[in-house]
């Protein structure tokens, strides 16, 4: 079964620059979350996804940041302009069942400084 | 209060040797608990579920005591290629739908 794929795996830019990240679920999972993990920090959650529509976007800065997976699929994440503190790794994870009983798969990641 | 609290560590281990951790939450309400590994620079991978009545996975054993809202990890025998973070996950019901919160992690060295 292929994972889940996430694009670009780094990416430098100055801060007040935009960037976008790219992610394929696994297929078949309808949820789909993007996570936010700063170094020596646990993920924390930005955005979740069932099928194409939000189920909780409580924690994403909604200033800068969007996400959107329009045909139910893919998903991108966007930031608009980046800060700083933006720099982390952003997780893409996707689970077959909403509820998360059975846990989720992550794909590798971006790593994104911002300097 | 954080959700999900865990000793950062690290655990200093040798070889051969037993480990264990445990990982508090805060919501009574909570329905599953996992423990993921996320080696360095690397995702987190599921590791294994907790149930309520302890569960093992070779040299793993969880426990999870909902009474007093912890859960635990216990690695016997270690070995070099343990060494990682242990992300305690917890998921719990708001708002009608379920959210994973994550620990900040536990840190395993074991040195040979």
């Known amino acids: 079964e292929a994972g889940v794929a996430q694009s670009p795996r780094y990416k430098i830019i100055e801060k007040r620059q935009s960037v976008a990240f790219w992610c394929n679920p696994i297929?078949?999972?309808?949820?789909l979350y993007w996570y936010q993990q700063i170094l020596g920090q646990g993920p924390k959650l930005l955005i979740q996804?069932?099928?194409?529509?939000?189920?909780?976007d409580s924690q994403l800065p909604k200033d800068r940041f969007s996400a959107e997976r329009l045909k139910g699929v893919d998903s991108t994440l966007k930031i608009q302009p980046a800060k700083l503190e933006d720099s982390a790794v952003y997780l893409c994870?996707?689970?077959?069942?909403?509820?998360?009983?059975?846990?989720?798969?992550f794909g590798s990641g971006t790593r994104l400084t911002v300097v | 209060r954080k959700e999900v609290e865990q000793d950062p560590g690290p655990f200093n281990v040798p070889e051969g040797a037993t480990v264990a951790f445990n990982c508090t939450y805060s919501n009574s309400a909570s329905q599953s608990f996992f423990w993921y590994r996320q080696d360095c620079r690397k995702e987190p991978k599921l590791l294994m579920s907790v149930y309520s009545s302890g569960n093992e996975d070779g040299r793993f054993t969880a426990q999870l005591n909902r009474a007093s809202q912890y859960i635990s990890l216990l690695i016997r025998d270690s070995k070099l290629s343990d060494s990682a973070t242990y992300l305690c996950?917890?998921?719990?019901?708001?708002?009608?739908?379920?959210?994973?919160?994550f620990g900040a992690g536990t840190t395993v060295t074991v040195r040979a």
């Open positions: 994870a996707s689970s077959l069942m909403p509820d998360a009983n059975y846990g989720y798969t």
């Open positions: 996950v917890v998921n719990s019901p708001e708002g009608g739908d379920y959210k994973l919160s």
């Open positions: 996804f069932q099928n194409n529509g939000v189920v909780d």
């Open positions: 297929s078949g999972h309808a949820t």
